[in-house]
């Protein structure tokens, strides 16, 4: 399967052909994490749980933010 960089707006960019889409069972606004792999680009699908977490985390963090600087002394 081959496609094409291509001008978009101010920056470049690939699209994906809509079969590859729904047999990966993408849509538009998913997340994907590019990597690089001995030269060759791999997009993955993103693990949004891990965000969720930090995200979690973060909350809490911000909730408790005196009570955790209290106890880091």
Same mark, same amino acid.
């Not at 496609?3 to 052909?17: A, D, H, M, Y």
């Not at 891990?50 to 002394?73: G, H, P």
């Given at each position: 399967?081959?496609?094409?960089?291509?001008? @978009?707006?101010? *920056?470049?960019?690939? @699209?994906?052909?809509?079969? /590859? /889409?729904?047999?990966?069972?993408?849509?538009?606004? !998913? *997340?994907?994490? @590019?990597?690089?792999?001995?030269?060759?680009?791999?997009? *993955?699908?993103? !693990?949004? *749980?891990?965000?969720?977490?930090? !995200?979690?985390?973060? !909350?809490?963090?911000?909730?408790?933010?005196?009570? /955790?600087?209290?106890?880091?002394?």
């Amino acid at each position: 399967m081959n496609t094409v960089v291509r001008k @978009i707006g101010n *920056s470049e960019g690939v @699209i994906l052909p809509k079969d /590859l /889409l729904e047999r990966m069972n993408l849509k538009a606004g !998913d *997340s994907l994490v @590019i990597s690089e792999n001995k030269g060759d680009i791999v997009l *993955s699908r993103a !693990d949004d *749980s891990f965000e969720r977490q930090m !995200d979690a985390a973060r !909350d809490i963090m911000d909730r408790y933010k005196v009570a /955790l600087q209290k106890l880091a002394e």
